[in-house]
């Protein structure tokens, strides 16, 4: 999404300002009466939760205050579910009155503004505007001064696989990069190219000629193999998500086949090892 931490808990709760991020217990929140999405992904729920375990949480979850010790979920249910599944206590929040919209507004403006957010972080804000303040993107653009385009290609950042996202927050890669990769329209090259620029030190022109590569579509398909199922495809993107490379997963007609997972070097090695356990 983090040094296994993005947020540090405010200690005192009920003095919070709109625009910060605190630790609330998830015994505390409840879940949003009008949310209107019911059916959630069990693997891809289960995919966040791995992923949560391993990077953290990226993107804090909203709440409303509802009592003195309750909460209401505003957004990020799917964070919230995979956040108990990982068997956290608490998670990271954005801790809001109901009728704070104009003070979060310019709150948010103002965290924008500053000069040391990394780009998820300023994502991110951009999205809470978009949700919470009920902007669309072009107004959006107006209130913080970008372009369409601009504010576009930040919200696509969290589109990213966390483990791409925690490395542009980190700074491990650029802006640059990051642009590069959206550009690749499956997690599984996405994660591939990363993996290329973190053991290569990949420059932004080299990344953005690699792409061209990967994201271009196989002159011809294989006729012989086909593609594998959905709930294969499934598992196979869920393990390339986990070990940050291209797991190849091969499956024949009786269900019978085979994982591999590349290793590039060494280290990638004992990376995969650890992951492992």
Same mark, same amino acid.
């Not at 927050?169 to 550009?183: W, Y």
């Not at 398909?221 to 959905?230: N, V």
């Not at 993107?237 to 986990?242: E, K, M, N, P």
């Given at each position: 999404?983090?040094?296994?931490?993005?947020?540090?808990?405010?200690?005192?709760?009920?003095?919070a300002p709109a625009s910060s991020v605190l630790l609330v217990p998830l015994a505390e929140i409840e879940t949003?009466?009008?949310?209107?999405?019911?059916?959630?992904?069990?693997?891809?729920?289960?995919?966040?939760?791995?992923? #949560?375990?391993?990077?953290?949480?990226?993107?804090?979850?909203?709440?409303?205050?509802?009592?003195?010790?309750?909460?209401? *979920?505003?957004?990020?249910?799917?964070?919230?579910?995979?956040?108990?599944?990982?068997?956290?206590?608490?998670?990271?929040?954005?801790?809001?009155?109901?009728?704070?919209?104009?003070?979060?507004?310019?709150?948010? #403006?103002?965290? #924008?503004?500053?000069?040391?957010?990394?780009?998820?972080?300023?994502?991110?804000?951009?999205?809470?505007?978009?949700?919470?303040?009920?902007?669309?993107?072009?107004?959006?653009?107006?209130?913080?001064?970008?372009? /369409?385009?601009?504010?576009?290609?930040?919200? /696509?950042?969290?589109?990213?696989?966390?483990?791409?996202?925690?490395?542009?927050?980190?700074?491990q890669i650029s802006m640059g990069h990051a642009r590069a990769l959206i550009n690749i329209p499956e997690a599984?090259?996405?994660?591939?190219?990363?993996?290329?620029?973190?053991?290569?030190?990949?420059?932004?022109?080299?990344v953005e000629e690699l792409v061209r590569t990967v994201a271009s579509p196989p002159a011809k398909k294989d006729?012989?193999?086909?593609?594998?199922?959905?709930?294969?495809?499934?598992?196979?993107?869920?393990?390339?998500? /986990?070990?940050?490379?291209?797991?190849?997963? /091969?499956?024949?007609?009786?269900?019978?086949?085979?994982?591999? #997972?590349?290793?590039?070097?060494?280290?990638?090695?004992?990376?995969?090892?650890?992951? *492992?356990?």
């Amino acid at each position: 999404m983090q040094d296994n931490e993005t947020t540090k808990a405010i200690p005192d709760r009920e003095a919070a300002p709109a625009s910060s991020v605190l630790l609330v217990p998830l015994a505390e929140i409840e879940t949003n009466p009008f949310q209107p999405r019911n059916d959630f992904d069990q693997v891809a729920l289960q995919e966040l939760a791995d992923s #949560i375990r391993l990077q953290g949480i990226i993107q804090p979850v909203t709440v409303r205050r509802v009592g003195e010790r309750n909460y209401q *979920l505003i957004s990020g249910e799917r964070r919230l579910r995979a956040s108990k599944l990982a068997g956290l206590k608490e998670i990271p929040a954005y801790v809001r009155e109901a009728d704070d919209v104009a003070m979060l507004e310019l709150a948010l #403006i103002e965290n #924008i503004q500053r000069e040391n957010l990394n780009a998820i972080e300023i994502a991110i804000s951009y999205q809470r505007m978009i949700d919470e303040c009920n902007l669309k993107q072009d107004e959006l653009g107006g209130r913080v001064g970008k372009n /369409r385009s601009t504010v576009t290609n930040y919200l /696509r950042l969290l589109k990213l696989p966390p483990v791409i996202q925690a490395a542009i927050r980190d700074e491990q890669i650029s802006m640059g990069h990051a642009r590069a990769l959206i550009n690749i329209p499956e997690a599984d090259k996405q994660l591939w190219v990363f993996q290329q620029i973190v053991d290569q030190g990949l420059s932004v022109r080299k990344v953005e000629e690699l792409v061209r590569t990967v994201a271009s579509p196989p002159a011809k398909k294989d006729k012989k193999t086909g593609q594998l199922p959905y709930e294969y495809r499934k598992i196979a993107d869920g393990l390339s998500s /986990r070990f940050g490379t291209k797991v190849q997963l /091969r499956i024949d007609e009786s269900g019978k086949g085979k994982i591999e #997972i590349p290793v590039l070097s060494r280290n990638d090695l004992n990376r995969i090892l650890d992951i *492992l356990g």
